[in-house]
């Protein structure tokens, strides 16, 4: 069984800051790990996964995640938040096949 | 990309009554989830399906059923409606591989009054 934690509920960042929101995760199986964003009234959508390869894994918006195995961490990364990045964001780990258990999930605030 | 869509956006309904939540994949996606949504405990898997006429229990199956007539339709359906049930529900559907990512629908808002 694979368990996923956010350890951070809320984030605060001003405009064109970087920011690093935190994902721990528990191992039981072979990896899999992903984030998610959701926006306000809207459905989640994905931003980027690992499960092999390469530890830094690219996604859309110029967001970034690095697996690390002796941390069992997978955090999300962005150099430069814009205002439109406020959302929140879910950390996800395959709990069984074709199964994700998402974390709590971290409230992103940009300030302009 | 793929759609995923949920119906209705927004339901309100009476203590001990029935509600059907129905969702619809235009993807040929095998695999279909429901998820509620709630502050302090993310998402929670309530059931899924792999495929038509498959529904499996997911981590919170309790007081909710599940219908998978076709690959397109996913339902799912509370026999007897609690205020513990009021909640954001999302849809979402993926491909038949582990590692595959999920699309999800824009939501359903229940109350239970």
């Known amino acids: 069984t694979q368990t996923v934690s956010q350890s951070d509920a809320h984030v605060t960042v001003f405009e064109g800051d970087s920011v690093e929101l935190r994902c721990n995760y528990s191992y039981g199986g072979s990896i899999y790990l992903s984030w998610y964003i959701q926006h306000h009234g809207r459905g989640l959508q994905f931003l980027l996964k690992?499960?092999?390869?390469?530890?830094v894994v690219q996604g859309v918006n110029g967001f970034e995640a690095e697996f690390s195995k002796s941390d069992s961490s997978f955090h999300l990364r962005k150099a430069s938040v814009h205002w439109s990045d406020s959302a929140v964001y879910f950390c996800a780990v395959r709990s069984g096949y074709n199964k994700l258990t998402f974390g709590k999930g971290t409230v992103l605030l940009v300030s302009p | 990309e793929a759609a995923v869509t949920q119906s209705p956006r927004n339901k309100v309904a009476v203590t001990g009554g029935k509600v059907t939540l129905s969702c619809n994949q235009t993807?040929?996606?095998?695999?279909m989830y429901w998820y509620r949504q709630d502050t302090g405990h993310g998402l929670r898997l309530i059931h899924y399906s792999y495929g038509a006429g498959s529904t499996e229990k997911g981590d919170i199956p309790d007081g909710y059923k599940a219908s998978r007539p076709s690959q397109e339709n996913f339902s799912l359906i509370l026999e007897l409606a609690t205020p513990s049930q009021t909640s954001v529900y999302f849809c979402a559907s993926g491909q038949d591989s582990p590692n595959e990512r999920l699309f999800f629908g824009h939501g359903t808002k229940l109350s239970v009054l």
């Open positions: 993807n040929n996606h095998n695999n």
């Open positions: 690992y499960y092999s390869g390469n530890p």
